[in-house]
């Protein structure tokens, strides 16, 4: 079935240090795929999507690119903040339209 | 402004009350959720509701009793919870059917049970 597996947090890092989250997913078919981030006390916002294979979803510097070939769509951004703090969910929609989203990951950006 | 909007914020109850928790969406989707999002634990999707018929219930318990009058309102009716049903709740919705389209989330419900 439709799975989503995203590296285990928690992620620590210090402010303008390169992020990478992993995400890779198991799916018939092509799915759209989606990033979405969780700031304390909230719900989940969409961050970023991709719909077809090579496409890149950009959003407030953080970028993801859908690869195909690995069935991967790796977040990353250049410098994080110390306002990224948050809990990142990778998540994909297959062609059964479920929503299917990875465990979650904790970042934490000391200044 | 996410367009999802969940009543109350938080909730605090006893094991023996019955409350409700509300959501409603003003973007026109035909799909809406509850989850249950607890510490420590993967995102648990509850019910699914396609054009006000349910559709998925993931083995819930039946002190949780959803609702949906309609595709804009959702409800989850809660009676005789346990202190485990603490958690955020989260409703969401999203245009069913199409595989390109996300979903919206509220900000969520904390409930503790006491």
């Known amino acids: 079935g439709d799975s989503v597996t995203q590296m285990e947090g928690p992620v620590t890092l210090s402010e303008e240090a390169f992020l990478t989250i992993n995400c890779t997913y198991t799916?018939?078919?092509?799915?759209?795929l989606f990033w979405y981030v969780q700031y304390p006390g909230e719900g989940l916002q969409l961050l970023l999507k991709?719909?077809?294979?090579?496409d890149k979803g950009s959003n407030k510097g953080f970028e993801a690119t859908y690869r195909k070939e690995t069935t991967s769509f790796h977040l990353e951004k250049g410098s994080v903040q110390v306002s990224d703090s948050a809990v990142y969910f990778c998540?994909?929609?297959?062609?059964?339209?479920?929503?299917?989203f990875g465990k979650g990951t904790l970042l934490t950006v000391n200044p | 402004e996410t367009g999802v909007t969940q009543t109350p914020r938080h909730l605090v109850m006893g094991m023996t009350n019955k409350k409700s928790l509300k959501c409603e969406q003003h973007l026109g989707h035909n799909a809406m959720y509850w989850y249950k999002q607890s510490a420590k634990k993967p995102l648990e999707l509850m019910f699914v509701?396609?054009?006000?018929?349910?559709?998925e219930n993931n083995s819930v318990p039946s002190r949780f009793s959803p609702e949906c009058p309609n595709s804009s309102h959702l409800f989850l009716h809660l009676h005789t919870l346990q202190p485990e049903d603490s958690a955020l709740y989260l409703c969401a919705s999203s245009q069913e059917r199409q595989m390109n389209t996300e979903a919206f989330f509220g900000q969520g419900t904390r409930l503790t049970v006491v």
């Open positions: 799916a018939t078919g092509y799915p759209s």
């Open positions: 509701y396609n054009f006000k018929e349910q559709t």
């Open positions: 998540a994909m929609r297959g062609s059964n339209y479920k929503l299917t």
């Open positions: 991709a719909t077809k294979a090579d």
